[in-house]
């Protein structure tokens, strides 16, 4: 597996930046028991890593995927060395596509707060931004973060997505395994 990192902003109640409300986001997304958004969607939880294009050295740390371009990076170092600062923020490292269940894998100073499902190119959350697939997943079945905590769920709503909605782009999705660093952006 190939752990992988990135810094996103942070949505939750104190979200006070322009965009959609906390407030107006629950009652558009029905997922009324969120305490907070931990999630890979660049347009929920603002990416806060801003690589020189420009510099060729700065392409040996962005992470590609078959044609796709991601918003993770491959060591923490290069996330912190073009990271802009917030008071509060989600350090994360992620595993795209693990082929076990990631619950019980420990690193140092991160907890596993689940599993997330973005499009195929790597931009939207098929959980949290796409108004929901009520004949795949309900609200409920997504944890306090909007995520998938289960191993073998992820990957069956991940096949029913596509199944129950072939012709939805963002139905097409990777499973992405999260740990949120425990007190750094926190």
């Excluded at 707060?113 to 931009?123: A, H, I, P, S, T």
């Excluded at 697939?133 to 191993?151: A, H, N, R, S, V």
């Excluded at 992820?154 to 949120?180: M, Q, S």
């Amino acid at each position: 597996m190939t752990f992988l990192y990135t810094a996103r902003g942070s949505y939750d109640k104190t979200y006070e930046e322009t965009g959609m409300s906390w407030v107006h986001y629950i009652e558009w997304s029905k997922v009324t028991h969120l305490t907070e958004l931990v999630s890979l969607d660049g347009m929920l939880n603002e990416i806060l890593v801003e690589p020189d294009y420009e510099n060729p050295d700065d392409w040996n740390y962005i992470q590609t995927i078959g044609q796709y371009q991601t918003d993770f990076f491959t060591t923490p170092e290069f996330v912190f060395k073009r990271m802009i600062y917030k008071d509060k923020f989600n350090l994360l490292t992620v595993v795209v596509e693990p082929n076990i269940d990631c619950k019980d894998i420990k690193i140092d100073n991160y907890e596993f707060v689940g599993y997330e499902l973005l499009d195929q190119d790597f931009n939207i959350s098929a959980l949290t931004n796409c108004g929901g697939f009520d004949e795949t997943f309900q609200p409920t079945d997504l944890t306090d973060k909007g995520l998938i905590y289960d191993f073998e769920k992820a990957y069956d709503v991940k096949k029913r997505l596509l199944e129950n909605n072939p012709e939805e782009h963002h139905a097409d999705t990777n499973v992405i395994a999260v740990w949120r660093h425990i007190t750094i952006g926190r």
